[in-house]
């Protein structure tokens, strides 16, 4: 159903249109929070490092820019935020598994490859890995890889 009535007088706004300017109206000031974060995730600042907080904040930026999108029936012709794929991600992190977290985060963020080192490393740590490492244990190799890819990005 569409917001805009052409058969109403000129000036008015049906229902459904009140409504989404009323939640959106609610919306706002988090929006406003939400959208300079993620344009700062996105370049506009340097983080040296984004840990955890940081992760779950973007995730929900997303996801509550996303829902101004719909409020207002933004054409969905680009997927812009992918809030709900945010939420789903932290539902399946909230089990253990982060890879997909860290894979999605690559993908917005462009950065180095680190899903995979943290798959391999998550199912090392719980003993599922399928693949026989040629010397030391996996994990232990896991985490030096990704050390040598934060050095090589100039963090900590």
């Known amino acids: 159903m569409s917001a805009v009535n052409f058969e109403m007088p000129t000036g008015e ?6 409504q989404k300017l009323a939640a959106f109206e609610g919306l706002t000031h988090e ?3 939400c959208f300079l ?3 700062d995730m996105h370049g506009q600042h340097r983080f040296p490092a984004i840990p955890i907080d940081l992760t779950v904040r973007y995730l ?3 996801w509550v820019c ?3 999108d719909r409020l207002l ?3 969905k012709t680009i997927q812009r935020y992918e809030g709900a794929k945010a939420l789903a991600l932290m539902r399946q992190w909230q089990t253990g598994e982060s890879a997909g977290v860290v894979r999605f985060l ?3 963020l ?3 490859p680190f899903a995979d080192l943290t798959q391999r490393r998550w199912q090392a740590s719980a003993g599922r890995t399928a693949r026989a490492w040629p010397r030391g244990d996996a994990e232990s190799q896991l985490q030096s890889q990704r050390r040598i890819g934060r050095c090589l990005r100039g963090g900590p």
């Open 13 to 18: 706004i049906n229902e459904l249109a009140r």
């Open 31 to 33: 929006f406003g929070r």
């Open 37 to 39: 974060f993620v344009q």
């Open 60 to 62: 929900h930026a997303l």
């Open 66 to 68: 996303e829902l101004k």
């Open 73 to 75: 029936c933004v054409p």
């Open 106 to 108: 690559q993908v917005k």
């Open 110 to 112: 462009d950065s180095l």
